[in-house]
């Protein structure tokens, strides 16, 4: 898969409604089983951050595959000598 068509698969799932909600519910429930973790509970609380930044994660992954075709994109646009 080229630079491109990675920038549209990326685009699509970013785009894609049930994906987003997953995201958002998963976070959500992460947020509240987090909430309502007692502050003594260091290994859920743990495990639960680490959940979260998880997903953070693969949000920003997807995000850079898009910027990354954006700049191929740009870049190829440019004179070849600057």
């Not at 699509?12 to 509240?32: G, H, K, P, V």
């Not at 859920?44 to 191929?72: N, P, Y």
Request: net charge negative; charged share 35%; aromatic share 4%.
């Amino acid at each position: 898969m080229d630079i491109q068509q990675r920038e549209e698969h990326a685009k699509r799932l970013l785009n894609d409604e049930l994906l987003q909600e997953a995201f958002d519910t998963l976070r959500e429930e992460l947020m509240n089983r987090w909430s309502h973790s007692g502050s003594t509970d260091l290994e859920a609380r743990e495990s639960i951050w680490l959940a979260i930044r998880l997903l953070e994660k693969i949000d920003g992954h997807l995000k850079s595959i898009v910027e990354t075709g954006h700049m191929a994109k740009m870049m190829e646009k440019q004179h070849p000598y600057i």
